[in-house]
Nanobody, 119 residues
Framework: QVELIESGGGLVQAGGSLRLSCAAS????????VGWFRQAPGKEREFVASINWNGHSTYYVDSVKGRFTIFRDGVKSTVYLQMNTLKPEDTAVYYCNYVRGDKSRTDVWGQGTQVTVSS
C-alpha cells in the first residue's frame, strides 16, 4: 500500500485561500481515484471532494461547490485541493485517501493537515 501524506494546511482569515497537497510516497498513485475528507471537532469525518484516476471526473460535497477545486498532477503523483473563499466552518483536519464513490477504500489514514479559518 502506498502511503499518502497531506500538507499545506494553516491559519487563514475568512475569505482567504489555501492549497492542500496529497502526495504518494514510493509508487505513484496515478491509477487510482483519490479524495479529500475532513473532520471538525465533535463531528464525523466527512467527504469533501474526489477525482478519478485520469482526472476527467470530479465530485464535490454541496458545501464546497464553487469554492474548492480538486486536481491532480500525474508527473508529481500529487492530488491538490485548492480552497478559495474559506469560511470558519471549513475549519477541520483534512485527510486524503483512495476512494470508491464518496467512501474511502481503506481504513488506513495519515496524520492529516490542520486548516483553521478565523472570522
Amino acid at each position: 500500500q502506498v502511503e499518502l501524506i497531506e500538507s499545506g494546511g494553516g491559519l487563514v482569515q475568512a475569505g482567504g485561500s489555501l492549497r492542500l497537497s496529497c502526495a504518494a510516497s514510493g509508487r505513484p498513485f496515478n491509477d487510482y481515484s483519490v479524495g479529500w475528507f475532513r473532520q471538525a471537532p465533535g463531528k464525523e469525518r466527512e467527504f469533501v471532494a474526489s477525482i478519478n484516476w485520469n482526472g476527467h471526473s470530479t465530485y464535490y460535497v454541496d458545501s464546497v461547490k464553487g469554492r474548492f477545486t480538486i486536481f491532480r498532477d500525474g508527473v508529481k503523483s500529487t492530488v491538490y485541493l485548492q480552497m478559495n473563499t474559506l469560511k470558519p466552518e471549513d475549519t477541520a483536519v483534512y485527510y486524503c485517501n483512495y476512494v470508491r464513490g464518496d467512501k474511502s477504500r481503506t481504513d488506513v489514514w495519515g496524520q492529516g493537515t490542520q486548516v483553521t479559518v478565523s472570522s
